[in-house]
């Protein structure tokens, strides 16, 4: 296979190693692409091959997912039309983001949801029942309108048709209940079951497995299910189920399907939440909801207002504007209102968030808004930002790299030390007091300075994501050297420069499809998520890292629907 | 670690750490609430002999005086040494005024006052409206007498310094205090709640039966590392299930005391008639928790009954002289005493004898039984027994002897505290403690 942009020494892969390689699996890719180019995820910078045309990867494994707790609610919102007790919080994020496959329905989750059931059934049936199926309401248990009701109440909870032992085990159970309680009191019990049900509190991954065959293609609905969630949080919506009913679900109606719901509010609010957990904005929620917790925020409006800045510049720069990753980590645009105006330096006197252009010289782009700034910082203290939280982020989460943890080594009392050591501790910038720490071991400048630079070059970001330049008439020094990138080692004066390095960084272009493959698939770091990675950054590449073709395109392949059986 | 080995691991420590559900209540059943009677007779015993047991704390044998109560025996705890303090005005001396004034106040009478009978006031609020006002629950006061007296030696009752208490003396007057438009309750008011409850989780149970039969669908199509989040899964039925089936195996609420209201009657003049309609009312105010501190005067001291009610007694005008001066007539004091307490024993067996939610009436009710006099005019080793174990807060069947001189506001304040009343003392001495030798 040949594409206009192979170059001389690129190694090209022929239909039949690719075969091979569906059949073999993911150890087979990986020796595959291992001949081709130089790992990426090393933390030295690459030759500069540039990997253009890759294998698709091995199948993933069938699974079964959990629903978060935000998944959860909106279904029960979208099929009931009900509320779920917003203080019902669950879900595992051990890949990063809120949709992780690892999730475990245990006891504690299971009796919060036993408790909750009933109540959210009762809610339905006092408002919406009647109107909805009124069958199960004023009209006798074997009929077969409530047979049909339950078929079709079955079918919005298990978000696929019920099979008819399914159909009969649950219409025999209603009968069996009003034959004990009253009608409502039967009709509640339905309802918790079907929101109790494994076939409603699971995503399937599993497709329909053959015997002796050891891959499969998930089905209609469990296609239409892995599009929804991702890209709405809720259960799939009616055009989606009858594509998926007519057996239309592959290749551009697929492609329709995710432009359409990216143009939706759902959407949006996905791509937010992608790029939230791409860049580990854990705590920009959490000063939303626990402003209290933080001394440093001047007020809970501006917790507020900060995390709205960061919804609305993905709006604006990667949903409706450029909506490249060069854009998103350089465009020097923000929003601001009266609570935030003057992190910024500009002004501002009303609530409502507004459009700013800035000049470019001190910030730009994703990683300096404000927002992001402050979500990694100090608490308490305005004045102290965080080099090493900044510069794990910049290098785990933008890059992929590893970082170690301090082994051996007592980092509290190396602080204190520190500070005993040098009569006016108090008064230094912070990037000199940890170069005091540091100073102490040379096993804590060997691995620090695999991300310090990172950290220190975003240091004249305060932590609310002010830009200073001094601390106390010291001079904040974010001018770092010789920082390995991809195009070589760099020196960077400042936090623009460092962006827009990062903007061209190859590292930076895999780690970002590696990211959405875990947001989309639920798993963690890994072979599947690093084969993903590679094979839609050849594409992302081509595409001038566009983030909403790369969704588009994610979306469209059809090796993302093969399953296979995993060993015990 | 790798994906296996965090589900895996999760798995571990779900079974390991996964707290037993039970949605059984974490409150203990609630109890009926507690009442006390506060019994007072006013007659004492020619010997310390005819009164007080022989025999040790706990084997012991009932007195000539108590020999009717063999009963209600293991239901009572009687006190010696209890002494009523010989302090304050003794107005015409003989005790029968201060006795009077202090047995249910602990409190020295005051001087009289101007165009009040010559022997003085009472000091201070008497033991049951305290309690009354103290929890803020209804309190009564009652007398049987043949016929009413307004001096103080009939009036033990008070709501403070010199502010007596005229005790209800007919039985329709108290019945008019009580019960006029009373509307009798329901006596189980927690089953309704019960049986909501245990449909609710009837329900639970027959959910968590059919999401077992769901996950044994889905396990069919599952291999290997998915499989271990049913096992969670259907580890969390499981034990669900167990904590619910051990909340069905709760016992339904046992109904309170029946409240019947009784009718609304005249007095009788015939004593012994007389002390029965008032017991009735006091029973059917228990009963009905119209009433939780309860006093009853049963006498007047020094106007003493001829009781002619008991066989051959040969009593004319009254036993004052049999009670406070011939010894000579040992027996019939014996038998005049004996059959006061008699009365008040089986008023507590009738208590005994009714089901009252877990247990029945006297374990919901306090009575604290008093004699204004010990031997003959004495105020020192006064009569006094305890019925009932006030929801297991006393031992009862015990003979206990409290150290010699000990007053009797210790166990007055022993009834107040363990009517709930958060207090020291009573009376005169606020710091006096209670009866270290009653639980």
């Given at each position: 296979?040949?594409?206009?942009?192979?170059?001389?020494?690129?190694?090209?892969?022929?239909?039949?190693?690719?075969?091979?390689?569906?059949?073999?699996?993911?150890?087979?890719?990986?020796?595959?692409?291992?001949?081709?180019?130089?790992?990426?995820?090393?933390?030295?910078?690459?030759?500069?091959?540039?990997?253009?045309?890759?294998?698709?990867?091995?199948?993933?494994?069938?699974?079964?997912?959990?629903?978060?707790?935000?998944?959860?609610?909106?279904?029960?919102?979208?099929?009931?039309?009900?509320?779920?007790?917003?203080?019902?919080?669950?879900?595992?994020?051990?890949?990063?983001?809120?949709?992780?496959?690892?999730?475990?329905?245990?006891?504690?989750?299971?009796?919060?949801?036993?408790?909750?059931?009933?109540?959210?059934?009762?809610?339905?049936?006092?408002?919406?029942?009647?109107?909805?199926?009124?069958?199960?309401?004023?009209?006798?248990?074997?009929?077969?309108?409530?047979?049909?009701?339950?078929?079709?109440?079955?079918?919005?909870?298990?978000?696929?048709?019920?099979?008819?032992?399914?159909?009969?085990?649950?219409?025999?159970?209603?009968?069996?209940?009003?034959?004990?309680?009253?009608?409502?009191?039967?009709?509640?019990?339905?309802?918790?079951?079907?929101?109790?049900?494994?076939?409603?509190?699971?995503?399937?991954?599993?497709?329909?497995?053959?015997?002796?065959?050891?891959?499969?293609?998930?089905?209609?609905?469990?296609?239409?299910?892995?599009?929804?969630?991702?890209?709405?949080?809720?259960?799939?919506?009616?055009?989606?189920?009858?594509?998926?009913?007519?057996?239309?679900?592959?290749?551009?109606?697929?492609?329709?399907?995710?432009?359409?719901?990216?143009?939706?509010?759902?959407?949006?609010?996905?791509?937010?939440?992608?790029?939230?957990?791409?860049?580990?904005?854990?705590?920009?929620?959490?000063?939303?909801?626990?402003?209290?917790?933080?001394?440093?925020?001047?007020?809970?409006?501006?917790?507020?207002?900060?995390?709205?800045?960061?919804?609305?510049?993905?709006?604006?720069?990667?949903?409706?504007?450029?909506?490249?990753?060069?854009?998103?980590?350089?465009?020097?645009?923000?929003?601001?209102?009266?609570?935030?105006?003057?992190?910024?330096?500009?002004?501002?006197?009303?609530?409502?968030?507004?459009?700013?252009?800035?000049?470019?010289?001190?910030?730009?782009?994703?990683?300096?808004?404000?927002?992001?700034?402050?979500?990694?910082?100090?608490?308490?203290?305005?004045?102290?930002?965080?080099?090493?939280?900044?510069?794990?982020?910049?290098?785990?989460?933008?890059?992929?790299?590893?970082?170690?943890?301090?082994?051996?080594?007592?980092?509290?009392?190396?602080?204190?030390?520190?500070?005993?050591?040098?009569?006016?501790?108090?008064?230094?910038?912070?990037?000199?007091?940890?170069?005091?720490?540091?100073?102490?071991?040379?096993?804590?400048?060997?691995?620090?300075?695999?991300?310090?630079?990172?950290?220190?070059?975003?240091?004249?970001?305060?932590?609310?994501?002010?830009?200073?330049?001094?601390?106390?008439?010291?001079?904040?020094?974010?001018?770092?050297?010789?920082?390995?990138?991809?195009?070589?080692?760099?020196?960077?004066?400042?936090?623009?420069?460092?962006?827009?390095?990062?903007?061209?960084?190859?590292?930076?272009?895999?780690?970002?499809?590696?990211?959405?493959?875990?947001?989309?698939?639920?798993?963690?770091?890994?072979?599947?998520?690093?084969?993903?990675?590679?094979?839609?950054?050849?594409?992302?590449?081509?595409?001038?890292?566009?983030?909403?073709?790369?969704?588009?395109?994610?979306?469209?392949?059809?090796?993302?629907?093969?399953?296979?059986?995993?060993?015990? | 670690?790798?994906?296996?080995?965090?589900?895996?691991r999760s798995l571990q420590a779900s079974l390991l750490l996964s707290p037993v559900l039970s949605i059984r209540r974490a409150e203990a059943q609630q109890l009926p609430r507690m009442k006390v009677l506060f019994w007072v007779c006013c007659s004492g015993y020619p010997d310390a002999e005819a009164f007080f047991p022989t025999g040790d704390e706990f084997n012991w044998n009932l007195s000539p005086i108590l020999q009717h109560l063999g009963g209600i025996k293991d239901q009572m705890i009687v006190i010696d040494n209890l002494n009523i303090r010989p302090t304050g005005p003794n107005p015409n001396g003989a005790e029968h005024a201060r006795s009077v004034g202090k047995i249910l106040t602990a409190k020295d009478l005051l001087p009289v006052s101007e165009g009040v009978d010559d022997e003085?006031?009472?000091?201070?609020?008497?033991?049951?409206?305290?309690?009354?006002?103290?929890?803020?629950?209804?309190?009564?006061?009652?007398?049987?007498?043949?016929?009413?007296?307004?001096?103080?030696?009939?009036?033990?009752?008070?709501?403070?310094?010199?502010?007596?208490?005229?005790?209800?003396?007919?039985?329709?007057?108290?019945?008019?205090?009580?019960?006029?438009?009373?509307?009798?309750?329901?006596?189980?008011?927690?089953?309704?709640?019960?049986?909501?409850r245990m449909r609710r989780l009837r329900g639970k149970k027959s959910i968590l039966d059919g999401m077992l039969g769901e996950l044994s669908r889905f396990r069919r199509e599952l291999v290997g590392i998915e499989r271990l989040k049913l096992d969670v899964h259907e580890d969390a039925i499981r034990r669900t299930e167990e904590g619910i089936r051990r909340d069905l195996e709760e016992e339904p609420p046992r109904p309170r005391a029946e409240c019947r209201v009784p009718d609304r009657v005249r007095s009788s003049s015939y004593v012994p008639e007389r002390c029965q309609l008032q017991q009735d009312l006091l029973f059917a105010s228990f009963a009905c928790e119209r009433v939780q501190s309860a006093g009853h005067m049963w006498g007047s001291s020094g106007y003493h009954w001829n009781y002619?009610?008991?066989?051959?007694?040969?009593?004319?005008?009254?036993?004052?002289?049999?009670?406070?001066?011939?010894?000579?007539?040992?027996?019939?004091?014996?038998?005049?005493?004996?059959?006061?307490?008699?009365?008040?024993?089986?008023?507590?067996?009738?208590?005994?004898?009714?089901?009252?939610?877990?247990?029945?009436?006297?374990?919901?009710?306090?009575?604290?039984?008093?004699?204004?006099?010990?031997?003959?005019?004495?105020?020192?080793?006064?009569?006094?027994?305890?019925?009932?174990?006030?929801?297991?807060?006393?031992?009862?069947?015990?003979?206990?002897?409290?150290?010699?001189?000990?007053?009797?506001?210790?166990?007055?304040?022993?009834?107040?505290?363990?009517?709930?009343?958060?207090?020291?003392?009573?009376?005169?001495?606020?710091?006096?403690?209670?009866?270290?030798?009653?639980?």
């Open positions: 296979m040949r594409t206009q942009h192979m170059k001389p020494n690129e190694k090209h892969i022929s239909r039949t190693q690719i075969a091979a390689r569906l059949a073999l699996g993911a150890f087979a890719a990986l020796t595959v692409t291992a001949c081709t180019s130089k790992s990426v995820l090393q933390f030295d910078a690459p030759s500069g091959e540039e990997q253009i045309f890759a294998a698709p990867p091995a199948p993933g494994a069938v699974q079964l997912r959990v629903l978060s707790s935000r998944e959860y609610k909106n279904s029960v919102k979208a099929i009931l039309g009900v509320d779920v007790k917003p203080d019902l919080e669950f879900g595992a994020r051990r890949n990063g983001f809120e949709t992780s496959a690892d999730g475990l329905l245990d006891q504690n989750l299971l009796s919060a949801l036993i408790e909750e059931a009933p109540v959210v059934a009762e809610n339905y049936i006092v408002t919406n029942l009647a109107n909805e199926y009124p069958c199960l309401r004023d009209v006798p248990p074997g009929d077969q309108c409530v047979r049909d009701s339950v078929a079709a109440v079955g079918f919005k909870f298990f978000r696929r048709p019920l099979t008819e032992e399914e159909i009969n085990d649950y219409h025999n159970y209603y009968n069996e209940r009003r034959a004990i309680d009253d009608q409502h009191l039967a009709t509640v019990q339905l309802f918790s079951r079907f929101l109790l049900s494994a076939n409603f509190l699971y995503r399937s991954e599993l497709g329909k497995l053959a015997a002796g065959e050891s891959t499969t293609r998930l089905t209609q609905f469990e296609i239409a299910s892995l599009i929804a969630f991702t890209l709405t949080a809720t259960t799939p919506d009616t055009l989606l189920m009858n594509d998926a009913k007519s057996g239309k679900l592959s290749g551009d109606t697929i492609r329709g399907h995710v432009r359409r719901l990216l143009k939706t509010a759902d959407g949006r609010n996905a791509v937010i939440r992608f790029m939230k957990g791409w860049l580990k904005l854990d705590n920009l929620d959490d000063m939303h909801r626990n402003p209290d917790r933080y001394a440093k925020l001047q007020s809970a409006d501006q917790a507020w207002a900060l995390k709205r800045e960061f919804e609305l510049f993905v709006k604006d720069v990667v949903l409706e504007g450029a909506g490249t990753l060069r854009a998103a980590l350089t465009e020097p645009v923000t929003y601001v209102n009266r609570h935030t105006a003057q992190l910024y330096g500009v002004q501002n006197d009303g609530d409502s968030m507004t459009r700013v252009q800035l000049d470019g010289t001190r910030r730009g782009g994703i990683v300096t808004l404000a927002s992001v700034m402050a979500a990694h910082a100090s608490s308490t203290d305005v004045n102290r930002d965080r080099p090493v939280q900044r510069g794990t982020m910049i290098l785990k989460q933008i890059m992929c790299g590893e970082v170690g943890i301090p082994s051996g080594l007592d980092v509290i009392s190396a602080g204190n030390q520190a500070a005993s050591r040098v009569p006016n501790y108090q008064d230094l910038t912070t990037r000199e007091q940890f170069d005091v720490i540091m100073q102490q071991s040379e096993s804590c400048v060997s691995c620090h300075q695999g991300f310090m630079p990172f950290g220190y070059v975003l240091g004249n970001f305060n932590a609310l994501g002010a830009f200073v330049t001094d601390f106390r008439g010291r001079p904040i020094n974010a001018a770092v050297t010789n920082v390995p990138m991809s195009r070589g080692r760099r020196n960077f004066d400042g936090p623009v420069a460092f962006v827009k390095e990062l903007a061209e960084d190859e590292r930076v272009h895999r780690c970002f499809t590696k990211q959405f493959a875990k947001f989309v698939t639920g798993a963690d770091n890994g072979p599947y998520v690093d084969d993903l990675g590679r094979y839609f950054h050849a594409g992302f590449r081509r595409k001038k890292f566009n983030i909403r073709d790369l969704i588009e395109d994610f979306f469209s392949e059809e090796f993302l629907y093969q399953r296979k059986a995993t060993a015990p | 670690m790798n994906r296996r080995e965090f589900v895996f003085g006031d009472l000091g201070g609020i008497s033991i049951e409206t305290y309690v009354g006002r103290e929890l803020n629950v209804r309190s009564i006061c009652m007398m049987v007498e043949d016929r009413y007296r307004r001096e103080l030696r009939s009036h033990p009752f008070a709501t403070g310094p010199r502010q007596t208490i005229r005790p209800f003396f007919e039985p329709d007057e108290a019945w008019d205090n009580t019960f006029r438009d009373f509307i009798p309750p329901d006596s189980n008011p927690g089953l309704p709640e019960f049986e909501a002619g009610w008991l066989p051959n007694f040969g009593v004319i005008d009254s036993i004052h002289n049999i009670v406070h001066h011939d010894p000579a007539e040992r027996e019939r004091y014996i038998r005049s005493s004996a059959w006061d307490w008699q009365q008040i024993g089986r008023f507590a067996e009738r208590l005994r004898n009714t089901p009252d939610g877990s247990g029945n009436m006297l374990d919901n009710t306090l009575i604290v039984a008093l004699s204004l006099f010990g031997r003959h005019h004495e105020i020192n080793r006064i009569p006094a027994v305890v019925f009932g174990n006030a929801q297991g807060r006393l031992r009862t069947n015990r003979f206990v002897r409290a150290p010699f001189n000990t007053y009797h506001d210790k166990l007055l304040t022993s009834a107040a505290k363990m009517m709930g009343v958060n207090t020291n003392g009573f009376g005169d001495d606020m710091n006096c403690g209670p009866l270290e030798q009653l639980p």
